[in-house]
Nanobody, 122 residues
């Protein structure tokens, strides 16, 4: 049974930082690429960042490049998203997911999802 649990969300002022974590169980972390998505109220879920299974390759949405950093610690089966210089438009529910097949930024490419953690920037 695969389980992904996000944590680290919260409320922060614009310009602040947050670090999201995604703890995985029931799956060997270094066997799958993973990604972070977000969904704001009334909007579609969008890809924020993706990382290969070995952590050597990363991808970012243009809207977060230079501000967000995705990383992973396979020894801990944990995925991270460091978010700096946060903006009000970053407000959303953030989800981690394991990649299955397809483009990294498409939600349909991912198989397992966490329940999400809320990020609010004011």
């Amino acid at each position: 049974h695969v389980q992904l649990v996000e944590s680290g969300g919260g409320s922060v002022q614009a310009g602040g930082s947050l670090r999201l974590s995604c703890a995985a169980s029931g799956i060997t972390s270094n066997s799958v690429a993973t990604g972070w998505f977000r969904q704001a109220l009334g909007k579609e879920r969008e890809g924020v960042a993706g990382i290969s299974s070995d952590g050597r390759s990363t991808n970012y949405a243009d809207s977060v490049k230079g501000r967000f950093t995705i990383s992973r610690d396979n020894a801990k089966n944990t995925l991270y998203l460091q978010m700096n210089s946060l903006k009000p438009e970053d407000t959303a529910m953030y989800y981690c997911a394991t990649w299955w097949n397809g483009r990294w930024y498409e939600a349909s490419s991912y198989k397992y999802w966490g329940q999400g953690t809320q990020v609010t920037v004011s």
